[in-house]
C-alpha cells in the first residue's frame, strides 16, 4: 500500500538556522514526489517536485529510493517560510497521496 | 480564468441535509480533482475526472457523496444527508495532463454540519 509520512507535526526553528521536513514514502513502483506549501490564508500550492530537481524559494528536496525519503531542506529559514507543508505522492492517474504536514514556525 | 475557482467559500449546513460544491477548473484542464482536507484526516483524496473516461471514484468515503463533471469543465460534489464528520474543507484541483504534474488548487469550500 501506498502511504507518506510525515513524523513532525511541528517544526519551530530561529530564522536563519537550516530546516529540514523530512518525509518518508512506501510505494510499489517509480514514485513521483512533491512538496505543496500552504501559507496563512493562501491556497495550497506546489513548492517542488522530484523530477525537476529544482530549488524554489532556497528550498530544496532530493529523492532518495534506498531510503525511500523525500526531505526538504533550507540552509536558512525565513520568517516568510512560516507555513504548513505537506509531502505527497503520486500514483496512479496523478492522484495525489498527502502525509499529514508538517506547521513550521520561524521565529525571528 | 485567474485559476481554480470553488463556490460556495463556506457553507454550513443542518445534519441530515444534502449541500452541493462547485468547481470550476482552469480552462482547458483535462484533469479535475477533488480532496477533504480535515482535522482528524489531514488531506485525502475523494474523485477524479479525466477528459471522458469514467471518475475514479476510489477515494469517497460513502455512497452519500457523489460527484459529476458537466462538459468536462464545472464539478459539483454532492453530500446527502450530511453528518457532523462531513465537515472540512473540501479542495478542487485541476491539471492540464496526467501524472499530478502541476496540480493547481482552489481555496477551497469550508463546510460546517450543525
Known amino acids: 500500500a501506498q502511504r507518506v509520512t510525515q513524523p513532525e507535526k511541528l517544526l519551530s526553528v530561529f530564522k536563519g538556522a537550516p530546516v529540514e521536513l523530512k518525509c518518508n514514502y512506501s510505494?510499489?513502483?517509480?514514485?513521483?514526489l512533491f512538496w505543496y506549501v500552504q501559507y496563512s490564508r493562501q491556497r495550497l500550492q506546489l513548492l517542488l517536485r522530484h523530477i525537476s530537481r529544482e530549488s524554489i524559494k532556497g528550498f530544496t528536496a532530493d529523492l532518495n529510493k534506498g531510503e525511500t525519503s523525500f526531505h526538504l531542506k533550507k540552509p536558512f529559514a525565513q520568517e516568510e517560510d512560516s507555513a504548513m507543508y505537506y509531502c505527497?505522492?503520486?500514483?496512479?492517474?496523478?492522484?495525489?497521496?498527502f502525509g499529514a504536514g508538517t506547521q513550521v514556525v520561524v521565529t525571528p | 480564468g485567474a485559476g481554480v475557482s470553488q463556490s460556495p467559500s463556506n457553507k454550513v449546513t443542518e445534519k441530515g441535509k444534502d449541500v452541493e460544491l462547485r468547481c470550476d477548473p482552469i480552462?482547458?484542464?483535462?484533469?479535475l480533482y477533488w480532496y477533504r482536507q480535515s482535522l482528524g484526516q489531514g488531506l485525502e483524496f475523494l474523485i477524479y475526472?479525466?477528459?471522458?473516461?469514467?471518475?475514479?471514484k476510489s477515494g469517497l468515503p460513502s455512497d452519500r457523496f457523489s460527484a459529476e463533471r458537466t462538459g468536462g469543465s464545472v464539478s459539483t460534489l454532492t453530500i446527502q444527508r450530511t453528518q457532523q464528520e462531513d465537515s472540512a474543507v473540501y479542495l478542487c484541483?485541476?491539471?492540464?495532463?496526467?501524472?499530478?504534474?502541476?496540480?493547481?488548487f482552489g481555496a477551497g469550500t469550508r463546510l460546517s454540519v450543525l
Open positions: 480552462s482547458g484542464h483535462t484533469a
Open positions: 505527497a505522492l503520486s500514483g496512479s492517474w496523478g492522484k495525489l497521496q
Open positions: 475526472f479525466q477528459g471522458n473516461s469514467a471518475p475514479d
Open positions: 510505494y510499489s513502483g517509480s514514485p513521483e
Open positions: 484541483a485541476s491539471s492540464s495532463g496526467t501524472g499530478g504534474l502541476f496540480q493547481y
